[in-house]
């Protein structure tokens, strides 16, 4: 499943209820405690309806996301489309080697 898929992604926050919005208040002040390098133009704070999770994503398609305290990278893989925090992206050689890679620079 998709981040991007348009029916279930929305920035609208009238649409998120009172969790959602203070999971998008922990992102922003993480965002300001540490602004990460992942994010530029264009940056929105998105809910997926169908998941539940609230992340950052800027105009590029980078997702971050909390991970426990921490505001986080939250890549897909460009080779299969698996989807997690650097850690978790480990079961498959493609993940392992984008990973590798974007861990490189
Ligand atoms: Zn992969």
Redesign the pocket.
Known sequence: MSAYNSDIVTSDLSRFGYRELKMAAELLAAYCDNPPNFLSDGLTVMLNMHSGYVFLSDEDFNVGMMNGKTLEQYHS??????EGFAEE?N?????RA?IADFLKD
């Open positions: 893989c460009p080779e299969c489309g698996s992206l079961e498959s050689d493609c993940c984008y």
